[in-house]
Protein backbone atom coordinates (compact mmCIF):
# COMPACT_ATOMS: atom_id res chain seq x y z
CA UNK A 1 0.00 0.00 0.00
CA UNK A 2 1.26 3.59 -0.57
CA UNK A 3 -0.06 4.92 2.53
CA UNK A 4 2.86 5.07 4.17
CA UNK A 5 2.01 6.46 7.87
CA UNK A 6 4.08 9.45 9.36
CA UNK A 7 5.44 8.62 13.08
CA UNK A 8 3.93 11.42 14.01
CA UNK A 9 0.90 14.13 12.83
CA UNK A 10 0.62 17.46 15.25
CA UNK A 11 -2.86 19.27 13.81
CA UNK A 12 -3.62 22.79 15.37
CA UNK A 13 -7.05 24.95 15.33
CA UNK A 14 -6.94 28.52 15.64
CA UNK A 15 -7.51 29.60 19.45
CA UNK A 16 -10.91 31.05 19.23
CA UNK A 17 -11.72 34.57 21.24
CA UNK A 18 -14.09 34.21 23.83
CA UNK A 19 -15.47 37.34 23.07
CA UNK A 20 -18.33 35.49 21.19
CA UNK A 21 -19.87 32.07 21.35
CA UNK A 22 -18.77 29.28 19.27
CA UNK A 23 -20.61 29.68 16.25
CA UNK A 24 -20.93 27.37 12.67
CA UNK A 25 -17.58 28.73 11.47
CA UNK A 26 -15.29 28.31 14.53
CA UNK A 27 -16.96 24.53 13.99
CA UNK A 28 -15.87 24.76 10.68
CA UNK A 29 -11.93 24.73 11.18
CA UNK A 30 -12.36 22.69 14.24
CA UNK A 31 -14.49 19.36 12.50
CA UNK A 32 -12.36 19.67 9.23
CA UNK A 33 -9.30 19.28 11.71
CA UNK A 34 -11.09 16.56 13.38
CA UNK A 35 -11.66 14.45 10.15
CA UNK A 36 -7.87 15.34 9.44
CA UNK A 37 -6.94 14.04 12.69
CA UNK A 38 -9.53 10.79 13.21
CA UNK A 39 -8.24 9.71 9.33
CA UNK A 40 -4.32 10.15 10.64
CA UNK A 41 -5.17 8.06 13.76
CA UNK A 42 -6.72 5.63 11.52
CA UNK A 43 -3.48 5.37 9.67
CA UNK A 44 -1.88 4.21 12.71
CA UNK A 45 0.47 7.34 13.27
CA UNK A 46 0.72 9.06 16.79
CA UNK A 47 -1.49 11.81 16.73
CA UNK A 48 -1.58 15.18 18.97
CA UNK A 49 -4.22 17.46 17.92
CA UNK A 50 -4.83 20.89 19.58
CA UNK A 51 -7.27 23.47 20.15
CA UNK A 52 -8.49 25.86 22.81
CA UNK A 53 -9.52 29.37 23.37
CA UNK A 54 -7.48 32.84 23.05
CA UNK A 55 -8.60 34.90 26.51
CA UNK A 56 -6.59 37.77 26.78
CA UNK A 57 -6.58 41.49 25.29
CA UNK A 58 -8.50 44.51 24.91
CA UNK A 59 -11.68 42.64 23.26
CA UNK A 60 -12.05 40.54 25.75
CA UNK A 61 -11.98 42.75 28.57
CA UNK A 62 -14.12 44.90 26.95
CA UNK A 63 -16.70 42.03 26.29
CA UNK A 64 -16.37 41.12 30.31
CA UNK A 65 -16.90 44.95 31.29
CA UNK A 66 -20.36 45.20 28.87
CA UNK A 67 -21.81 42.25 31.03
CA UNK A 68 -20.08 43.68 34.35
CA UNK A 69 -18.00 40.21 34.99
CA UNK A 70 -14.46 39.35 36.05
CA UNK A 71 -12.47 38.89 32.80
CA UNK A 72 -11.19 35.64 34.44
CA UNK A 73 -14.50 34.30 35.56
CA UNK A 74 -16.13 35.70 31.55
CA UNK A 75 -13.42 33.17 30.16
CA UNK A 76 -14.48 30.45 32.28
CA UNK A 77 -17.84 30.80 31.00
CA UNK A 78 -17.40 31.04 27.34
CA UNK A 79 -13.93 28.74 27.18
CA UNK A 80 -16.63 26.34 28.74
CA UNK A 81 -19.31 26.61 26.07
CA UNK A 82 -16.70 25.79 23.48
CA UNK A 83 -15.55 22.33 25.27
CA UNK A 84 -19.41 21.71 25.78
CA UNK A 85 -19.81 22.29 21.77
CA UNK A 86 -16.81 20.36 20.47
CA UNK A 87 -18.30 17.67 22.95
CA UNK A 88 -21.77 17.91 20.50
CA UNK A 89 -19.54 17.76 17.53
CA UNK A 90 -17.36 14.54 18.29
CA UNK A 91 -14.18 16.83 18.14
CA UNK A 92 -11.24 14.23 19.35
CA UNK A 93 -9.06 16.74 20.89
CA UNK A 94 -6.02 15.98 22.82
CA UNK A 95 -5.49 18.70 24.64
CA UNK A 96 -7.82 21.99 25.08
CA UNK A 97 -5.35 25.04 25.86
CA UNK A 98 -6.81 28.51 27.57
CA UNK A 99 -4.25 31.25 26.98
CA UNK A 100 -5.00 31.76 30.96
CA UNK A 101 -3.72 28.58 31.94
CA UNK A 102 -0.62 29.38 34.41
CA UNK A 103 1.51 26.49 32.28
CA UNK A 104 0.97 28.84 29.06
CA UNK A 105 1.21 31.99 31.38
CA UNK A 106 4.41 31.20 32.47
CA UNK A 107 5.68 29.79 28.92
CA UNK A 108 4.78 33.23 27.16
CA UNK A 109 7.20 35.04 29.98
CA UNK A 110 9.85 33.08 29.25
CA UNK A 111 9.46 33.13 25.25
CA UNK A 112 9.71 37.12 26.27
CA UNK A 113 12.63 36.92 28.28
CA UNK A 114 14.05 34.80 25.35
CA UNK A 115 13.15 37.48 22.82
CA UNK A 116 14.60 40.59 24.86
CA UNK A 117 17.83 38.36 25.65
CA UNK A 118 18.28 37.55 21.80
CA UNK A 119 18.21 41.26 21.14
CA UNK A 120 15.07 41.16 18.85
CA UNK A 121 12.65 43.21 21.41
CA UNK A 122 13.50 46.82 21.61
CA UNK A 123 12.24 50.03 23.43
CA UNK A 124 10.87 52.88 20.76
CA UNK A 125 7.82 55.20 20.50
CA UNK A 126 4.62 53.75 19.50
CA UNK A 127 2.53 56.84 17.47
CA UNK A 128 -1.34 56.32 16.67
CA UNK A 129 -4.77 57.69 16.80
CA UNK A 130 -6.52 57.07 20.02
CA UNK A 131 -9.78 57.65 20.70
CA UNK A 132 -10.60 58.38 24.97
CA UNK A 133 -14.07 57.31 24.46
CA UNK A 134 -12.89 54.08 22.95
CA UNK A 135 -9.93 53.96 25.09
CA UNK A 136 -8.22 52.48 22.42
CA UNK A 137 -5.97 53.69 18.64
CA UNK A 138 -7.94 53.30 16.05
CA UNK A 139 -6.22 52.84 12.62
CA UNK A 140 -7.43 55.07 9.58
CA UNK A 141 -9.46 52.88 7.83
CA UNK A 142 -12.40 52.71 11.40
CA UNK A 143 -12.12 56.42 10.79
CA UNK A 144 -15.13 58.47 9.27
CA UNK A 145 -14.66 61.36 8.12
CA UNK A 146 -11.82 61.84 10.30
CA UNK A 147 -14.10 60.55 13.30
CA UNK A 148 -14.57 57.62 15.42
CA UNK A 149 -17.71 56.25 14.49
CA UNK A 150 -19.01 55.06 17.89
CA UNK A 151 -18.49 58.46 19.69
CA UNK A 152 -18.33 61.30 16.46
CA UNK A 153 -14.52 62.61 17.46
CA UNK A 154 -11.62 63.19 16.23
CA UNK A 155 -9.04 60.92 17.72
CA UNK A 156 -5.84 62.38 19.75
CA UNK A 157 -2.54 61.87 18.36
CA UNK A 158 -1.26 60.01 20.85
CA UNK A 159 2.09 58.73 21.46
CA UNK A 160 3.96 55.97 24.28
CA UNK A 161 7.23 54.08 25.15
CA UNK A 162 6.51 50.88 23.76
CA UNK A 163 8.36 47.83 23.48
CA UNK A 164 9.13 46.47 19.76
CA UNK A 165 9.82 42.92 18.44
CA UNK A 166 11.79 43.28 15.04
CA UNK A 167 9.66 41.35 12.31
CA UNK A 168 11.62 43.63 9.69
CA UNK A 169 14.94 41.42 10.48
CA UNK A 170 13.22 38.03 9.11
CA UNK A 171 11.71 39.69 6.12
CA UNK A 172 14.26 37.77 3.32
CA UNK A 173 14.35 34.59 5.30
CA UNK A 174 10.05 34.09 5.66
CA UNK A 175 9.80 34.97 1.67
CA UNK A 176 12.90 32.54 0.78
CA UNK A 177 11.41 29.72 3.34
CA UNK A 178 7.82 30.03 1.37
CA UNK A 179 8.93 29.95 -1.68
CA UNK A 180 11.45 27.06 -1.19
CA UNK A 181 8.34 25.01 0.59
CA UNK A 182 10.00 24.91 3.82
CA UNK A 183 7.38 26.39 5.29
CA UNK A 184 4.65 25.25 2.83
CA UNK A 185 1.11 27.70 2.51
CA UNK A 186 -2.12 25.94 1.21
CA UNK A 187 -3.88 26.37 -1.09
CA UNK A 188 -1.30 27.72 -3.90
CA UNK A 189 -3.42 30.96 -4.66
CA UNK A 190 -3.31 31.91 -0.75
CA UNK A 191 0.78 31.07 -0.98
CA UNK A 192 1.02 33.53 -3.84
CA UNK A 193 -1.16 35.80 -1.96
CA UNK A 194 1.41 35.67 1.00
CA UNK A 195 4.37 35.91 -1.75
CA UNK A 196 3.19 38.50 -3.39
CA UNK A 197 2.51 40.60 -0.08
CA UNK A 198 6.45 39.82 0.79
CA UNK A 199 7.44 41.14 -2.48
CA UNK A 200 5.65 44.51 -2.68
CA UNK A 201 5.98 45.28 1.32
CA UNK A 202 8.86 45.12 3.75
CA UNK A 203 7.81 43.54 7.05
CA UNK A 204 7.97 46.60 9.83
CA UNK A 205 8.49 46.10 13.37
CA UNK A 206 5.66 45.57 15.34
CA UNK A 207 4.48 47.54 18.74
CA UNK A 208 4.72 44.21 21.25
CA UNK A 209 3.09 46.23 24.52
CA UNK A 210 0.18 47.64 25.78
CA UNK A 211 0.14 50.34 28.64
CA UNK A 212 -3.68 50.64 28.45
CA UNK A 213 -4.48 47.02 28.56
CA UNK A 214 -4.54 45.29 31.77
CA UNK A 215 -6.41 42.28 30.91
CA UNK A 216 -2.81 40.34 29.30
CA UNK A 217 0.94 38.82 30.39
CA UNK A 218 2.76 41.45 31.73
CA UNK A 219 5.60 42.40 30.60
CA UNK A 220 8.59 40.56 32.74
CA UNK A 221 11.09 43.19 32.28
CA UNK A 222 8.19 45.81 33.09
CA UNK A 223 4.97 45.56 34.71
CA UNK A 224 3.25 48.29 33.73
CA UNK A 225 2.72 46.74 30.27
CA UNK A 226 0.97 43.91 28.83
CA UNK A 227 2.14 42.07 25.90
CA UNK A 228 0.08 42.32 22.38
CA UNK A 229 -2.37 40.04 22.61
CA UNK A 230 -1.04 37.93 19.65
CA UNK A 231 2.21 37.44 20.40
CA UNK A 232 0.98 35.49 23.31
CA UNK A 233 -2.06 33.39 21.61
CA UNK A 234 0.63 31.88 18.69
CA UNK A 235 2.66 30.45 21.42
CA UNK A 236 -0.57 28.14 21.97
CA UNK A 237 0.58 25.66 19.68
CA UNK A 238 3.81 25.40 21.23
CA UNK A 239 3.26 25.55 25.36
CA UNK A 240 0.25 23.51 24.02
CA UNK A 241 2.60 20.37 23.87
CA UNK A 242 4.72 21.45 26.57
CA UNK A 243 7.42 24.03 25.93
CA UNK A 244 9.58 25.23 27.02
CA UNK A 245 9.83 21.24 28.59
CA UNK A 246 12.03 18.99 26.46
CA UNK A 247 8.77 16.97 25.38
CA UNK A 248 7.26 19.64 23.36
CA UNK A 249 9.97 18.11 20.58
CA UNK A 250 8.25 14.85 20.38
CA UNK A 251 5.62 16.96 18.66
CA UNK A 252 7.63 20.38 17.13
CA UNK A 253 7.63 21.10 14.31
CA UNK A 254 3.66 20.82 14.13
CA UNK A 255 2.48 19.24 10.83
CA UNK A 256 -0.47 20.98 10.17
CA UNK A 257 -1.62 24.67 11.20
CA UNK A 258 -5.33 24.72 10.01
CA UNK A 259 -6.76 28.36 10.04
CA UNK A 260 -9.16 30.82 8.43
CA UNK A 261 -8.23 32.73 5.09
CA UNK A 262 -8.49 36.07 7.37
CA UNK A 263 -5.40 34.95 9.70
CA UNK A 264 -3.25 33.51 7.01
CA UNK A 265 -0.89 36.77 6.89
CA UNK A 266 -0.14 37.48 10.44
CA UNK A 267 0.29 33.45 10.66
CA UNK A 268 2.71 33.54 7.83
CA UNK A 269 4.85 36.43 9.08
CA UNK A 270 4.66 37.18 12.77
CA UNK A 271 4.21 33.41 14.22
CA UNK A 272 7.06 31.89 12.56
CA UNK A 273 9.27 35.13 13.25
CA UNK A 274 8.86 34.92 16.72
CA UNK A 275 9.71 31.07 16.23
CA UNK A 276 13.19 31.84 14.40
CA UNK A 277 13.59 34.49 16.91
CA UNK A 278 13.29 32.44 20.12
CA UNK A 279 15.42 29.81 18.26
CA UNK A 280 12.56 27.45 17.31
CA UNK A 281 12.12 25.76 13.93
CA UNK A 282 9.57 27.05 12.04
CA UNK A 283 6.10 25.22 10.87
CA UNK A 284 5.72 22.48 8.74
CA UNK A 285 2.81 23.85 6.53
CA UNK A 286 -0.44 26.23 7.05
CA UNK A 287 -3.72 25.77 5.13
CA UNK A 288 -6.48 28.42 5.24
CA UNK A 289 -9.50 27.27 4.27
CA UNK A 290 -12.35 29.73 2.91
CA UNK A 291 -15.11 31.80 4.68
CA UNK A 292 -18.54 31.28 4.02
CA UNK A 293 -21.29 33.40 4.10
CA UNK A 294 -25.03 32.80 6.24
CA UNK A 295 -27.81 32.49 3.15
CA UNK A 296 -25.78 34.91 0.82
CA UNK A 297 -25.00 37.57 3.83
CA UNK A 298 -21.90 38.03 5.77
CA UNK A 299 -22.68 36.07 8.95
CA UNK A 300 -22.58 38.74 12.53
CA UNK A 301 -24.30 39.57 15.33
CA UNK A 302 -25.34 42.98 14.23
CA UNK A 303 -27.20 40.85 11.54
CA UNK A 304 -28.59 38.36 14.04
CA UNK A 305 -27.90 35.55 11.65
CA UNK A 306 -25.34 33.49 13.52
CA UNK A 307 -25.79 29.58 13.27
CA UNK A 308 -25.07 28.08 16.84
CA UNK A 309 -23.49 24.38 15.45
CA UNK A 310 -25.22 22.60 18.82
CA UNK A 311 -28.84 23.84 17.80
CA UNK A 312 -27.88 22.87 14.09
CA UNK A 313 -26.59 19.30 15.38
CA UNK A 314 -29.83 18.87 17.64
CA UNK A 315 -31.70 19.37 14.74
CA UNK A 316 -30.58 17.51 12.32
CA UNK A 317 -28.02 14.97 14.41
CA UNK A 318 -23.96 15.50 14.24
CA UNK A 319 -22.81 13.39 11.71
CA UNK A 320 -25.28 15.81 9.66
CA UNK A 321 -23.75 18.49 10.36
CA UNK A 322 -20.02 16.91 9.79
CA UNK A 323 -20.86 15.53 6.69
CA UNK A 324 -22.53 18.53 5.16
CA UNK A 325 -19.61 21.41 6.59
CA UNK A 326 -17.48 18.85 4.99
CA UNK A 327 -19.23 17.99 1.21
CA UNK A 328 -20.69 21.31 0.53
CA UNK A 329 -17.31 23.30 0.53
CA UNK A 330 -14.63 22.38 -1.81
CA UNK A 331 -12.40 22.90 0.85
CA UNK A 332 -10.04 26.17 1.29
CA UNK A 333 -12.85 27.98 -1.15
CA UNK A 334 -15.50 30.69 -0.36
CA UNK A 335 -19.18 28.86 0.49
CA UNK A 336 -22.36 29.90 1.53
CA UNK A 337 -24.34 28.30 4.30
CA UNK A 338 -28.30 27.49 4.17
CA UNK A 339 -30.38 25.00 5.99
CA UNK A 340 -32.32 24.37 2.77
CA UNK A 341 -28.45 23.14 1.03
CA UNK A 342 -28.12 20.97 4.42
CA UNK A 343 -31.65 19.23 4.54
CA UNK A 344 -30.94 18.46 0.60
CA UNK A 345 -27.47 16.40 1.33
CA UNK A 346 -29.10 14.46 4.31
CA UNK A 347 -31.97 13.52 2.28
CA UNK A 348 -30.38 13.11 -1.18
CA UNK A 349 -26.99 11.49 0.07
CA UNK A 350 -27.28 10.02 3.96
CA UNK A 351 -30.56 8.91 3.76
CA UNK A 352 -30.75 7.77 0.04
CA UNK A 353 -27.10 7.02 -0.40
CA UNK A 354 -25.47 5.11 3.24
CA UNK A 355 -28.83 4.73 4.99
CA UNK A 356 -30.41 3.05 2.55
CA UNK A 357 -27.93 1.07 1.86
CA UNK A 358 -26.99 -0.52 5.36
CA UNK A 359 -30.84 -0.90 6.05
CA UNK A 360 -31.25 -2.70 2.65
CA UNK A 361 -28.01 -5.13 3.97
CA UNK A 362 -28.94 -5.95 6.63
CA UNK A 363 -32.62 -6.43 6.00
CA UNK A 364 -31.39 -9.26 3.58
CA UNK A 365 -28.52 -10.58 5.95
CA UNK A 366 -31.30 -10.80 9.00
CA UNK A 367 -33.46 -12.75 6.58
CA UNK A 368 -31.03 -15.57 5.19
CA UNK A 369 -30.20 -18.45 7.57
CA UNK A 370 -26.70 -19.81 5.47
CA UNK A 371 -23.23 -19.19 5.50
CA UNK A 372 -22.08 -16.02 4.57
CA UNK A 373 -18.63 -16.77 2.42
CA UNK A 374 -17.59 -16.09 -0.83
CA UNK A 375 -15.32 -14.72 -3.35
CA UNK A 376 -14.70 -10.74 -3.43
CA UNK A 377 -16.35 -9.19 -6.45
CA UNK A 378 -16.86 -5.40 -5.22
CA UNK A 379 -13.65 -4.52 -3.80
CA UNK A 380 -11.50 -3.82 -6.96
CA UNK A 381 -14.05 -0.56 -7.01
CA UNK A 382 -12.29 0.84 -4.30
CA UNK A 383 -9.80 2.85 -3.98
CA UNK A 384 -8.56 3.96 -0.81
CA UNK A 385 -5.23 5.34 -1.68
CA UNK A 386 -7.20 8.08 -4.00
CA UNK A 387 -9.11 9.04 -0.75
CA UNK A 388 -5.93 8.83 1.53
CA UNK A 389 -4.19 10.99 -0.98
CA UNK A 390 -6.98 13.50 -1.35
CA UNK A 391 -6.87 14.19 2.57
CA UNK A 392 -2.94 14.17 2.25
CA UNK A 393 -4.14 16.92 -0.36
CA UNK A 394 -6.30 18.74 1.99
CA UNK A 395 -9.37 18.06 -0.41
CA UNK A 396 -11.58 16.74 2.19
CA UNK A 397 -14.64 17.32 0.36
CA UNK A 398 -13.14 15.11 -3.08
CA UNK A 399 -12.10 12.33 0.03
CA UNK A 400 -15.33 11.64 1.10
CA UNK A 401 -17.19 11.84 -2.07
CA UNK A 402 -14.65 9.22 -3.14
CA UNK A 403 -16.25 7.27 -0.29
CA UNK A 404 -19.33 7.87 -1.39
CA UNK A 405 -18.66 6.79 -4.46
CA UNK A 406 -18.18 3.30 -3.41
CA UNK A 407 -21.41 3.90 -1.45
CA UNK A 408 -23.50 4.12 -4.65
CA UNK A 409 -21.63 1.87 -6.60
CA UNK A 410 -22.70 -0.73 -3.58
CA UNK A 411 -26.33 -0.19 -4.01
CA UNK A 412 -25.95 -0.24 -7.76
CA UNK A 413 -24.66 -3.98 -7.17
CA UNK A 414 -27.44 -4.78 -5.15
CA UNK A 415 -30.02 -3.35 -7.88
CA UNK A 416 -28.17 -5.39 -10.46
CA UNK A 417 -27.69 -8.55 -8.98
CA UNK A 418 -31.61 -8.07 -7.72
CA UNK A 419 -30.24 -9.47 -4.58
CA UNK A 420 -33.36 -9.63 -2.67
CA UNK A 421 -34.45 -12.40 -5.16
CA UNK A 422 -31.38 -14.68 -5.04
CA UNK A 423 -30.97 -17.71 -2.87
CA UNK A 424 -28.97 -20.41 -0.95
CA UNK A 425 -25.10 -19.67 -2.23
CA UNK A 426 -25.78 -17.22 -4.46
CA UNK A 427 -27.22 -14.78 -1.92
CA UNK A 428 -24.27 -16.17 0.45
CA UNK A 429 -21.56 -14.88 -1.73
CA UNK A 430 -23.86 -11.65 -2.41
CA UNK A 431 -24.35 -10.92 1.03
CA UNK A 432 -20.61 -11.44 1.53
CA UNK A 433 -19.88 -9.09 -0.77
CA UNK A 434 -22.06 -6.96 0.26
CA UNK A 435 -21.24 -7.28 4.31
CA UNK A 436 -18.07 -6.94 3.90
CA UNK A 437 -18.26 -3.31 1.54
CA UNK A 438 -20.39 -2.07 4.52
CA UNK A 439 -17.30 -2.79 7.29
CA UNK A 440 -15.23 -1.00 5.08
CA UNK A 441 -16.88 1.42 4.40
CA UNK A 442 -18.03 1.71 8.45
CA UNK A 443 -13.79 2.13 8.26
CA UNK A 444 -13.75 5.48 5.75
CA UNK A 445 -16.55 7.09 7.18
CA UNK A 446 -15.36 6.88 10.82
CA UNK A 447 -13.19 9.90 10.68
CA UNK A 448 -16.14 11.74 8.74
CA UNK A 449 -18.81 10.39 10.79
CA UNK A 450 -17.91 8.81 13.82
CA UNK A 451 -21.37 8.27 15.19
CA UNK A 452 -22.47 6.72 12.35
CA UNK A 453 -19.51 4.49 12.39
CA UNK A 454 -20.10 3.01 15.41
CA UNK A 455 -23.96 2.41 14.57
CA UNK A 456 -22.73 0.61 11.54
CA UNK A 457 -20.15 -1.28 13.63
CA UNK A 458 -22.87 -2.19 15.79
CA UNK A 459 -25.68 -3.68 13.06
CA UNK A 460 -22.93 -5.64 11.72
CA UNK A 461 -21.40 -6.75 15.03
CA UNK A 462 -17.97 -5.85 14.23
CA UNK A 463 -15.17 -3.77 16.15
CA UNK A 464 -13.82 -0.48 15.14
CA UNK A 465 -10.68 -1.45 12.96
CA UNK A 466 -7.28 0.82 11.27
CA UNK A 467 -7.25 1.91 7.86
CA UNK A 468 -4.87 -1.59 7.27
CA UNK A 469 -7.87 -3.75 7.95
CA UNK A 470 -9.61 -1.75 5.19
CA UNK A 471 -10.07 -4.82 2.80
CA UNK A 472 -12.26 -7.64 2.16
CA UNK A 473 -11.52 -10.76 4.25
CA UNK A 474 -13.48 -13.00 6.11
CA UNK A 475 -16.41 -11.88 7.30
CA UNK A 476 -16.77 -12.42 11.08
CA UNK A 477 -19.51 -10.00 12.39
CA UNK A 478 -22.59 -11.17 13.83
CA UNK A 479 -25.55 -9.07 12.67
CA UNK A 480 -28.28 -7.00 14.36
CA UNK A 481 -30.11 -4.41 12.23
CA UNK A 482 -31.07 -1.58 13.75
CA UNK A 483 -33.11 1.38 13.06
CA UNK A 484 -32.62 3.64 9.81
CA UNK A 485 -29.20 5.83 10.26
CA UNK A 486 -30.55 9.28 8.73
CA UNK A 487 -34.01 10.20 9.29
CA UNK A 488 -35.23 12.02 6.07
CA UNK A 489 -36.03 15.39 6.67
CA UNK A 490 -39.68 16.15 5.10
N1 LIG B 1 -7.95 34.34 18.34
C1 LIG B 1 -7.65 34.48 16.96
C2 LIG B 1 -6.78 33.35 16.47
C3 LIG B 1 -5.51 33.16 17.21
S1 LIG B 1 -4.66 31.75 16.68
C4 LIG B 1 -3.17 31.87 17.40
C5 LIG B 1 -8.95 34.52 16.15
N2 LIG B 1 -10.03 34.02 16.76
S2 LIG B 1 -11.50 33.98 16.12
O1 LIG B 1 -12.37 33.54 17.19
O2 LIG B 1 -11.82 35.21 15.50
O3 LIG B 1 -11.48 32.82 15.08
C6 LIG B 1 -11.18 33.03 13.73
C7 LIG B 1 -11.30 31.70 13.02
O4 LIG B 1 -12.65 31.20 13.12
C8 LIG B 1 -11.05 31.78 11.53
O5 LIG B 1 -9.68 31.74 11.22
C9 LIG B 1 -11.78 30.55 11.05
O6 LIG B 1 -11.00 29.42 11.37
C10 LIG B 1 -13.03 30.55 11.92
N3 LIG B 1 -14.13 31.31 11.32
C11 LIG B 1 -14.77 32.38 11.87
N4 LIG B 1 -15.78 32.76 11.04
C12 LIG B 1 -15.81 31.99 9.94
C13 LIG B 1 -16.60 31.94 8.78
N5 LIG B 1 -17.60 32.77 8.56
N6 LIG B 1 -16.32 30.98 7.86
C14 LIG B 1 -15.31 30.07 8.06
N7 LIG B 1 -14.53 30.11 9.14
C15 LIG B 1 -14.73 31.06 10.10
O7 LIG B 1 -8.91 34.95 15.04
Redesign the pocket.
Known amino acids: MVYLPRKKFYIT ?5 V ?2 VP ?4 A ?2 TIAADVIARWHRLKGEDVFFLTGT ?1 EHGEKIQQAAEKVGKQPKKFCDEIAKKFKDAWKALDISYDHFIRTTDESHVKAVEKALQILYKNGYIYKGKYQGLYCVGCEKYLTESELVGGKCPDHLKEPEVLSEDSYFFSLSKFHTILLNKIEKGEMAIKPEVRKNEIISFLKSNKLEDISISRSKVKWGIKLPWDENLTSY ?2 VD ?2 L ?2 VTGIGWPNKAFEKYWPVDLH ?6 LRV ?1 ATI ?1 PAELLAIGLKVPKQFF ?7 NGQ ?2 GKSLGNVVDPVELSKKYSVDAVRYFLIREFPFGEDGDFSEKALVNRINGELVADLGNLIYRVLTLAERYKGKIEGEPEIDKNLDIEAIDSYIENLELHNAIESVWKFVRYVNKYINEKQAWKLEGEELGNALYNLLEACKVISILVSSFLPETAEKINKQLGVKGCKLKDCKFGKFTGRIKKGAYLFKKVE
Not at 258 to 263: R, S, Y
Not at 288 to 294: K, M, R, S
Open positions: TPIYYNDHIGHYTDVWAFNYLIGKDIHWAHGYFTVKM
